[in-house]
């Protein structure tokens, strides 16, 4: 009987430290200079959207002409560092991103020929799929021999761009320290209230999944649509009912739904799978794919990715 209660306690004291250690895992950071600063800047690409003139970050040529950035962004990644949180390398990202452009500009579409368009962020966050984006924004400030630094820094959600943190701050004045120093010494006063932010957010993640969008369309050339009937129940019904069984909580927001349309917002899903690899939408949505396509409702689909977080099934073919 004392065996078994021992045997109990120490099970007990396990399941406490698997716990407790899953609770202090740390989201992944990426620190970016923002869209104001690379504009501002001039490093930018410029395109026509459709008779719009508009600009998007060049972060490939902010790096490569402009050493402040990097000082600036190695002094951020050694405050969290200091803080135990893993970081993701913006600069290794820029190059396994180039290598993947490379590629983009060499596919184009079976059925039109157009090719491939995404942001410069989504793209980014593909490759380094960091949880959290450390959105950075800094103004140096001259008075006569003096420099104080002027700064903004946003915590934005990797998978939904929602705002989860943020600091601003004019740092001490100074004769002599140099831009990554100051922007540092003006940030530090900041840092505890806005990782505590970062942590708190990530905790929610870990016990009720990370949110997602997931938008399901159809072709225009398919018989069926979402009112139609399959095993005797609508097929917009069947998707819900699968999200319901499928995410974590059973939480999931149908913020529209029509015969060709439904969109669902606040998708929670776990944050990794049995293997302990991260579940982004791409990987939760092909299990989607996969009940749809499969017998009985065997629905041919092609599933569209933007970022990491939003997901598109359009039905009827590939």
């Known amino acids: 009987m004392k065996l078994n209660i021992i045997k109990l306690l120490i099970i007990t004291l396990c399941i406490s430290c698997i716990k407790a250690n899953a609770q202090a895992k740390k989201p992944t950071l990426m620190v ?21 003139i508009e600009q998007i970050p060049d972060y490939k040529k902010a790096f490569q002409n402009d050493t402040e950035v990097l000082q600036v962004i190695s002094q951020i990644n050694g405050i969290m560092a200091d803080r135990g949180f893993p970081l993701k390398n913006m600069e290794s990202a820029i190059r396994s991103l180039a290598s993947n452009q490379a590629e983009d500009n060499l596919r184009t579409s079976k059925n039109s020929g157009a090719g491939v368009t995404e942001s ?44 989860i943190a943020s ?15 100051l ?31 997931v938008r399901v369309q159809t072709w225009n050339d398919w018989e069926e649509d979402l009112e139609s009937e399959f095993d005797g129940e609508e097929l917009g019904y069947l998707i819900e009912d699968w999200l319901a069984a499928n995410t974590v909580k059973g939480r999931f927001s149908t913020t529209d739904m029509t015969e060709s349309m439904a969109l669902f917002e606040q998708v929670r899903i776990p944050l990794y799978n049995d293997k302990g690899r991260a579940i982004d939408a791409r990987r939760y949505i ?16 092609k599933i569209v990715m933007k970022g990491l977080g939003r997901a598109t099934l359009i039905l009827g073919g590939k």
Not at 132 to 159: A, C, E, H, R
Not at 183 to 205: C, I, N, P
Not at 288 to 301: D, R, T, V
Request: hydrophobic share 35%.
């Open 183 to 213: 922007l540092s010494e003006a940030v530090l006063s900041h840092m505890d209230r806005f990782t505590e932010r970062l942590q708190a957010h990530f905790d929610d993640m870990f016990e009720n999944g990370r949110e997602i969008i």
């Open 286 to 301: 092909r299990d989607l794919s996969k009940y749809l396509n499969g017998a009985p409702y065997n629905i041919p689909n």
């Open 120 to 163: 410069p962020i989504d793209a980014l966050k593909k490759v380094a799929k960091a949880d959290i984006i450390m959105q950075l924004t800094w103004t140096v400030n001259k008075t006569g021999p003096k420099k104080s630094i002027n700064f903004i820094l946003q915590g934005l959600d990797g998978y939904t761009d929602k705002q």
């Open 32 to 52: 970016v200079p923002s869209d104001a600063w690379c504009i501002k800047n001039g490093y930018v690409q410029t395109f026509d959207n459709q008779g719009t």
């Open 167 to 181: 600091a601003e701050g004019t740092g001490a004045p100074s004769f002599s320290a140099e831009i990554p120093v």
